[in-house]
């Protein structure tokens, strides 16, 4: 994003769009009266080498807001396919999303630039192209938040109020959102390949892929097998960071399940405060397609529909190419399954494996899903029983009669490890968060920027969630889960 080429050594190189073709449309953004930007992420424009006096200025909120395309930018929305909720689209794209172009880092690290929300691209199929702010700032806030915990994501750039409503439901504050992903394709870039009908097309997306995410796949005996093994492990590997934290998607289809292995498309997501394994927040996940638990099935069938768009390119023989990669999709549960276990076990203080873990730790979340006990709060007040203050960590269960027992074998476990008891809390404390993002603060500062034009609350826990291992005093009440609702917390997915 060069803005002045004296100041910045940044540029636009647009590999998509020289590359791909028959993946996208070109497009353009709407312009607005009086957009004002709300929020600018300076620490991640050091991180892209952006040039940030002229960003935070007249000049990015043009940027920002669709006003002005960037020298170098080559607008274009992207087209893909998906399964959302099971049922086949042929053709989504971007609706309301207009990739500006590819940029590089001082690292050399390749990032799309994406405006969300910034108008119709020949993709819209009668929608308006455009956000309301409420979800451009959830986004904000929890895309940034899951990147400071440590889990791969796309991140904000930048959060403009656009000055006009969009009309849902009702009417609602407009917003457009800057979004930096490693990139923005997708299992649906793929469906949509397939759905192209030309093997040449498919397999020029697939050794694009593999040129920018996995590069090491090239030299591999069998490159498109390798592609699909690298995509099952980096997508393996998240969801059992996301499952560590209690982190529900809400909306896994096919369209937003990167090949990268970030997470994508921040719509009806939402935090677990107490643990229950079914937990539906999406108020269209009529059936728990998506529930919490069983975000790991969704992998495997997900990864599973990438497969399909795979099998011209495996091996020419296609049984052949069916039998390498059922192989590979049968291998995604037990990989998963390592990962989830290796979090799980640095959760509670393991880093020696012994055979007896996986049940140490399923009988505690059974103890926490009786007790209906919060999440979060439980592993990292796990270290507190390392200090002699088992009451904090007590007081999250209703009956401590199945806990207490736990504690006992849990701590006999803790013998065979090296670590001191110091250094055990330590390292607990860094890999259990005490501040998430909780639904009632993300609603309460959600409301009062969207309604009261009051952006401070927002910034403020925004600041907290940079933060979320480090307790600090004066911060209690953002660690805490709200009051239990009367009605099921429900999130929406702000189309
Ligand atoms: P999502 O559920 O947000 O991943 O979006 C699913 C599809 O709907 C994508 O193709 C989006 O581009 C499209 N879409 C969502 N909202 C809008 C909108 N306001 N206008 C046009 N297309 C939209
Ligand atoms: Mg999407």
Known sequence: MTLNKETSDFYFDNSFAHHLEDFFA??????????????????????????????????????????????GAE???????????????????????LLLGEIIDKQGRRHDVQLKGSGPSPFSRGGDGKSALGPVLRE??????????????????????????????????????????????????????????????????TDYCINRHYPRAADSENRYLTFFEEVCNAQAKLISRWMSVGFIHGVMNTDNMTISGETIDYGPCAFMDMYAPDTVFSSIDEKGRYAYANQPNILTWNLTRLAETLVPLVDL?????????????????????????AEMRSKIGLSIEDPSDLELIKDLLSIMEKEGADFTLVFRRLSKALEDKD????????????????????????EQEENTKEVLVEIMNTVNPIYIPRNHTVEEVLTTATQQGDIKPFSDFLLV???????INGNETYAIPGPVPDQPYQTFCGT
């Open 26 to 71: 070109p497009s353009r953004s709407d312009s607005l009266l009086e957009p004002k930007l709300l929020k600018f992420n300076y620490s991640l424009a050091k991180e892209l080498g952006l040039d940030l006096k002229a960003l935070d200025s007249e000049e990015g909120l043009a940027i920002f807001s669709g006003n002005k395309i960037p020298k």
């Open 75 to 97: 607008p274009l929305a992207q087209a893909y396919s998906g399964h959302q909720f099971g049922g086949f689209s042929p053709l989504l794209g971007d609706g309301r999303a």
């Open 140 to 205: 904000y806030l929890i895309s940034e938040s899951m990147h400071m915990l440590g889990i791969p994501t796309t991140r904000s750039l930048a959060a403009v109020a656009t000055g006009e409503n969009v009309y849902r439901e009702t009417a609602l504050p407009g917003g457009i959102l800057t979004r930096i992903a490693s990139s923005h394709i997708r299992v649906g870039t793929f469906q949509f390949g397939t759905a192209l009908g030309d093997i040449g097309k498919i397999r020029r997306l």
């Open 317 to 341: 023989n296609q049984d052949r190419a069916v039998e390498l990669l059922t192989v590979a999709i049968q291998n995604i549960e037990p990989i998963y399954q390592k990962y989830w276990l």
């Open 391 to 414: 009451h904090l960590l007590l007081k999250l269960f209703k009956d401590t009669s199945d806990l207490n027992p736990w504690l006992l074998r849990w701590k006999g476990r803790l």
């Open 465 to 471: 969630l940079e933060k979320p291992f480090d307790e």
